[in-house]
């Protein structure tokens, strides 16, 4: 952790209780000649961090330590995105490094041990629990049991040691466990100073002895992954279509530094936490539709039952033909159909509600519940009357057909309230949207989830947000402050922009003209099925265009590169991750197995830029019983010149100005503004 920067960051790093004491202290009116003034302010902010650099030595010492790690290597990041629920294979990429911890494994000992033993190796760094089940280790004598923890410790601290040639001692010891640092300390330089193998061995018999011995080694096997990435990026939809959602937040809480950029379906499960009725409808009609409601009962302890009780009442004659789940499951499949229906057509009511109170939306045309005539079984959708494959709507009141039916809002006021009262899909979403962002630049790079929306010449469009239109950049930064407000006061007309983030034509979270569920469950018509991509998915083919866009979030346009997902890249038709421009790449790789099963991981470290391609994982059993690991293709995007190190990266500006800080605290020591201690 390095020191504040700004008075921000030393709120967060001093308690209220100091900085009033440091401000309410005497000061000397004049700085010695040759000092540059200090403000009663900064002198305020200096004494709070003297509590904790108390003398010129200190700071002398620190600044040291801050301009060294100015020069160490830039830190390697993985950007990942549309995990769609998929958190199995979420946990192998993570756990191997997205295939990086393999070859320094292998470099390291592949002249010395045999393919099963580097397996069994590479297995304790990624599954360590699930180990030690497997080998019987627990129940084991304890002769084995120490021979096993002996030569495993060995070997991860060698790994360890390895890994700390791109990296600060000081980084690597923030990884350790509070109760362990000091051995893991002893341990670490044993593998890097080769002292007599006695301490080692005593250390680690000790361990064993008392019990701790496994323990120690699932430790390390956690601090050798955090090592090995300093940043995880997930650029989008956690969630949806695949099994979990539940599971793949669990695991990106247990990060040491992750950052969130949000998806539509991250927004859509965020405004259905904060108990947007529309939303809530909508991600219940998917979990439904994809078979995955094991996320919602045993994941947040949500209720089906006021929906299974609206499915068997009112639709209990209605084959509901064209709601059939995918996949299967315990649950009858009719059933489910019949559930999928009646929270489709709940969905579409609450829809046109929206839409209605906001008629700066602009998707009247989107209204299609309103649009259904019953008597006649058609639906106009822009000026064209096409029949319904379904034309059972037993809940539809023509005169007021966006009203929910009595049965309807009694269901509906269960299920909100069930939402509600989740306090795991309250932590689970508080913490994406504090962890999450509209867009983050790393290592003078854009990356963000869908796209920036222009019209067809490249112009910027607007989107209405707190009654001003916003573009480019600057509807980026108005979006996430709707995000975190909506969190913080629950406004409706916030909650209602979730629901456009979602589904909206201007939506950069979305980036098509429609959504078109309804035409796909009740039109037989393929040609109404099309959902029309913003101009920008073409655009970013263009050099020009790409630097535009670079340009307006302020990062270097000639070498920044724009990171998306959100649209899957579709090998089989030839298509690329990398944009002929050069300068864009979509990393929407169909991760999750309900999309394609492969998946990337962009890879941002010192020597340049790499995409790792996924492919299908099969559980944790067959990794350990079979030795399966998800070997990626890694293909080389940029190579750099010169190695980037942490001063070229956007990590150097708070340290160049942690260390003028503490420039200036010597300077104040110096001109006995404040007192050493």
Known sequence: MELPCNQVALNRMFSTEEIIVAASAPYPPHPLPGTHPFSPEELAALRALAHHVPTVDAAVAEIARLKARLEFPSGTIHILSDIHGDHMKLQHVINNASGSLRPVVERLYRSHLSPEEITTLLNTIYYPAQLFQYLGLETADPGTRTAFVRRTLKWQFEILAALTQFCSLQDIAHTFPADYRTVFW?????????????????????????????????????????????????????????????????????????????????????????????????????????????????????????????????????????????????????????????????????????????????MDRRALITQIDPHRGTVKLDGQDYPLLDPSFPTLDPLNPSMLSPEEASCMDRLKRSFLESSPLWEQMRFVERRGTAYVIRDGHVIFHGCLPVDDTGDFLSMPIDGSSRRGRELFDAIGGVVHRAFREQRLEDLDMLWYLWTGPSSPMFGKDKMATFENYFIGDAETHHETKNPYFQLIHTPSFCRQVLAEFGVDPEMGMIVNGHVPVRVERGELPLKKSGQAITIDGAFSEAYGDRGYTLILDYAGIQLAEHHHFESVSDALANGTDIIPRVDGIRQYKTPRRVADTEYGAPIGADIKMLERLIEAYQASLLDEL
């Open 186 to 362: 002893e341990l670490l330089w044993e593998a890097i100073a080769k002292r007599p193998p006695t301490y080692m061995e005593t250390m680690i018999q000790t361990l064993t002895e008392q019990g701790k011995g496994l323990q120690a080694v699932r430790w390390a096997s956690r601090v050798i992954r955090q090592a090995s990435v300093s940043e995880v990026i997930v650029a989008g939809d956690l969630g949806d279509r695949g099994p979990r959602l539940d599971k793949v937040i669990d695991l990106l809480m247990h990060q040491k530094r992750l950052s969130i950029t949000w998806g539509n379906h991250d927004v859509s499960w965020m405004g259905a936490c904060l108990g947007h009725e529309a939303l809530i409808a909508t991600v219940l009609r998917l979990s439904l539709r994809y078979r995955r409601l094991s996320q919602l009962e045993e994941g947040f302890g949500i209720t089906m039952q006021p929906l299974e009780k609206l499915a068997r009442e009112v639709y209990g004659a209605d084959p509901a033909s064209r709601f059939q789940p995918r996949g299967e499951g315990l649950r009858d499949t009719v059933q489910m159909a019949r559930m999928q229906k009646a929270i489709a057509v709940i969905q579409f009511k609450l829809e046109a509600q929206v839409i209605n109170r906001h008629p700066e939306y602009q």
